[in-house]
């Protein structure tokens, strides 16, 4: 008899950072876990090959240039991909990832390189099977990462400050952030991706979430039987 083969699920929250990917990426694999759901994560620069080069070095790292970095990150996520992700799908793990091809796009696209460039070096990457896109506003960003990491931690490319729109970092990070928020809403109009505010309380935000998972993975949910 053959057995039914189970395949896996790709799910991506995408955003901003402080706008807590990371957090409710977290309680996704927690909730999806206790259903009786295999899990996987994958997130940004956590490569086995190259990840530890770039935390070490990040502040080099980002004042190369912009197709640089790309090729970088590219490196990473590829290496992801083929030691971790696919092997995980193929599996039938769902694999919660914390950020994609989609924010290293959006990042080097505003600071000038071409954005069919930038997908070519992703065009062969899984297809997730569901994108939600975080959202929040700058200034409300900007008193997150105030609060939970310091002033000091706006430095130079997290706060777009290499894009000379001013040499006050706050000034500059809420410019820049306006300029990844619009990217974001633009590439989730473009391909239908659900938007949820995070505004509300960390228990609402997580609930708009999974009002858009659940649908995707209902089918390896386990039922309880009592």
């Known amino acids: 008899m053959e057995l039914m083969k189970i395949s896996g699920r790709l799910i991506v929250l995408e955003g901003p950072d402080g706008v807590g990917r990371t957090s409710h990426a977290r309680l996704l694999s927690q909730r999806l876990e206790a259903q009786g759901?295999?899990?996987?994560?994958f997130g940004l620069a956590r490569s086995a090959l190259i990840s530890e080069h770039i935390e070490a070095n990040?502040?080099?790292?980002?004042?190369?240039?912009?197709?640089?970095r790309a090729l970088l990150y590219a490196?990473?996520?590829?290496?992801?991909?083929v030691h971790h992700i696919q092997p995980a799908l193929d599996a039938g793990f769902v694999v919660v990832a914390d950020r994609f091809s989609f924010t290293p796009?959006?990042?080097e696209s505003v600071r000038g390189t071409s954005k069919d460039w930038l997908n070519g070096l992703y065009a062969s990457a899984p297809d997730p099977d569901i994108v939600i896109v975080l959202d929040a506003g700058p200034r409300r960003i900007l008193h997150r990462v105030i609060y939970t990491d310091g002033i000091a931690e706006l430095k130079g490319y997290e706060s777009g400050m290499d894009l000379g729109h001013?040499?006050?970092p706050t000034v500059s990070f809420i410019h820049y952030q306006k300029l990844l928020r619009n990217k974001f809403k633009q590439l989730a109009k473009e391909n239908s991706f659900p938007i949820v505010s995070t505004k509300?309380?960390?228990e609402y935000t997580h609930e708009e979430i999974w009002k858009h998972v659940e649908p995707v993975v209902t089918d390896l949910i386990v039922k309880s039987t009592s």
């Open 37 to 41: 759901v295999a899990t996987a994560n």
């Open 58 to 68: 990040s502040g080099q790292l980002h004042n190369f240039g912009p197709r640089t």
């Open 75 to 81: 490196t990473d996520m590829w290496d992801q991909v």
């Open 105 to 107: 796009i959006i990042r």
């Open 166 to 168: 001013s040499n006050i």
């Open 200 to 202: 509300g309380t960390f």
